[in-house]
């Protein structure tokens, strides 16, 4: 099979994604074996490759957001069936066996395994995956539109679980890339008053397109105080922006991996009982609702489609932030 592998990491404008012939893999008990139609390109791949995140083996196969159909079995599994659809997660395994997994919080389990960093990825013509960890793709969603909905979608939709939010409550969306503008879509069709905050112009434009109700810089107040928040930005002092906006008893939610620094602020943002909390990775549950919800809406996905061999570029572009949505290998 044809793979896209990162045996060295170097900067994207170096090509550090390699293709190469590997033979095929067999799915081992518990696992299915995958034929990818479509594997989107995260951020988090461009870090894989270029060694912002230390590899955890040599080489790897990137891409945790592939769409497939079933070809293969492994031993012991009894839900899934030959042409299924299927598609993974950031979310590769877990132990099954600790508190965090017992009570459906598997995200948290220290012994979490990752698809693309600690097992090979779907940037191939196949790809195995645990069954247990597997999403079941809707008919009505092609594997192009699907897969950029594996990660940042399916976080996204776990923000907003998180952040409380409920049917005609008012949320502010600070920043609006591509996982806020899934987040937007699964708000808007729960009913709910969105207002978005961006220092990008375009942004701010597609937010009105996307259905918010008001738009406006990160300092800029929303129309009326807020439920809750979801801040996409690295940035802290974007996060205190929407903790000021809040109503009385609401939450920010933190979906962003690193942040530059919380800047010190007044007790009283925090004070009526507002909270701030961060997301960390998805569970299973998130991915499986998230995606029948997103076949029912159906979410609308903005994508740029690459082939295989074009994957460096498609680092490329998403590294100097050309990239409008979401870039998608096509295999």
């Given amino acids: ?24 893999p067999r799915p081992g008990p518990g696992e299915l074996l995958i034929r990818v139609f479509a594997c989107a390109v ?18 790897v196969v990137p891409g945790h957001q592939a769409v497939g ?26 132990d099954g066996t600790c508190a965090r997994c017992a009570t459906g919080r ?14 090979d990825g779907g940037f191939a013509d196949l790809v195995t995956i645990r069954a247990d960890v597997a999403v079941r793709i809707p008919a009505g969603l092609d594997a192009v539109a699907a897969a ?31 996982s806020a503008r899934q987040a937007i879509q699964v ?16 942004d701010l434009e597609s937010a009105t397109a996307f259905g918010a109700s008001s738009a406006g810089g990160y300092d800029d107040p929303p129309p009326a105080p807020l439920d809750a928040a979801i801040s996409f930005a690295p940035v802290g002092s974007v996060v205190i922006s929407a903790l000021r906006a809040l109503e009385r008893g609401g939450t920010v939610v933190v979906n962003a991996i690193h942040l530059d620094g919380v800047p010190a ?13 961060s997301v960390a990775n998805v569970t299973r549950a998130d991915a499986q609702e998230f995606m029948a919800l997103a076949g029912e809406i159906p979410i609308r996905s903005e994508v740029e ?17 050309e990239v409008t949505g979401a870039a998608v290998l096509r295999l």
């Fill in 148 to 178: 950029p909905l594996l990660c940042g979608g399916v976080i996204g939709y776990r923000a907003l679980r998180l952040s409380g939010i409920a049917g005609g409550g008012r949320l502010g969306l600070y920043g609006f890339g591509a």
């Fill in 1 to 24: 099979m044809r793979a896209l592998q990162v045996r060295r990491p170097r900067p994207a404008t170096d090509d550090p994604l390699q293709l190469a012939e590997l033979p095929d």
């Fill in 265 to 277: 602020f007044s007790y009283d943002d925090l004070w009526w009982e507002r909270s701030i909390r």
């Fill in 305 to 321: 489609v690459h082939d295989l061999a074009d994957g460096n570029e498609a680092l490329r572009r998403i590294e100097s932030g």
């Fill in 106 to 119: 598997e995200n948290l389990c220290r012994a979490a395994t990752f698809t693309g960093w600690d097992t």
């Fill in 42 to 59: 995260c951020r988090t791949d461009l870090q894989i490759a270029t060694g912002d995140l230390a590899l955890h083996r040599s080489p």
């Fill in 69 to 94: 159909e079933v070809v293969g079995l492994g031993a012991g599994v009894e839900d899934w069936a030959i042409g299924d659809r299927a598609g993974s997660t950031w979310l590769a395994g877990f």
């Fill in 187 to 202: 708000a808007r069709h729960w009913g709910c008053e969105v207002h978005v905050a961006s220092r990008s112009r375009r």
